[in-house]
């Protein structure tokens, strides 16, 4: 601490804008008043060398010590203090490893999974004659003229836009709920897409296919 001004001088320090001075003998006076809280930087000092009244943090003596009062405290380690964020992220990584765990577990529970039989692997599948079935089914063939497609429900030709109207009729005469579709490789989807649309419309149950298409 330094000691600032003669010892035989006298200085004078108010309260900003009030007309009630106190002296002290020592400028280390007003500086020990400042360190200990009786003075704010805002309140107003007067020297023996001063023509008026200067706040205390824009006089040159006490400039410094209202600086160094101004600096904030260094926060003191607390060793008592304990981080709770690492212990948060492990017991987050717990609760999904375990949400995921029971989802899965309940899953399991709720899927039936069948067994493999060998016996069932080993059978051969039966083969439906066409003989067995023409009763029941009508047939629909689809190929490319060029590239013109031409759709034919038993042998007649039908425009696509007809196809519907055209099953109706047939299925009403003849009773035929089910349908054979054979269709060229080359055909549009969309004409095969017109041709199921057509056979849903009208409440085809069954649809056996035999077409290998491309977008």
């Known amino acids: ?78 060793d008592t203090h304990l981080d709770m964020n690492p212990l948060i992220d492990v017991c987050l990584v717990l609760l999904i490893f375990f949400i995921l765990t029971i989802s899965y577990a309940s899953l399991e529970r709720a899927i039936a999974v069948p067994q493999d039989n060998p016996e069932d692997a080993a059978a051969p599948v039966p083969k439906v004659q066409f003989e067995d079935i023409k009763d029941r089914i009508f047939r629909v063939k689809a190929t490319m003229d060029g590239d013109t497609p031409v759709v034919k429900v038993e042998d007649e030709v039908v425009p696509v836009h007809q196809l519907e109207a055209k099953m109706k009729l047939f299925i009403d005469r003849t009773g035929r709920k089910e349908m054979l579709l054979d269709a060229d490789g080359a055909v549009p989807w969309g004409v095969l897409t017109a041709i199921l649309d057509a056979a849903k419309g009208n409440g085809v149950h069954n649809i056996i296919s035999k077409a290998k298409t491309k977008k």
């Not at 000691?3 to 001075?21: C, D, I, N």
């Not at 003075?39 to 000092?45: K, L, R, S």
């Open 1 to 78: 601490m330094s000691f600032l001004g003669s010892v035989m001088s006298t200085w004078q320090v108010r309260r900003e804008g009030s007309p009630t001075a106190y002296t002290l003998p020592t400028a280390e006076a007003v500086e020990n008043g400042l360190r200990d809280g009786i003075w704010v930087p805002t309140d107003e000092v007067k020297g023996p060398a001063d023509a008026d009244w200067v706040p205390l943090d824009a006089h040159p003596d006490f400039h410094d010590v209202t600086e160094e009062l101004a600096a904030p405290m260094p926060e003191a380690h607390d």
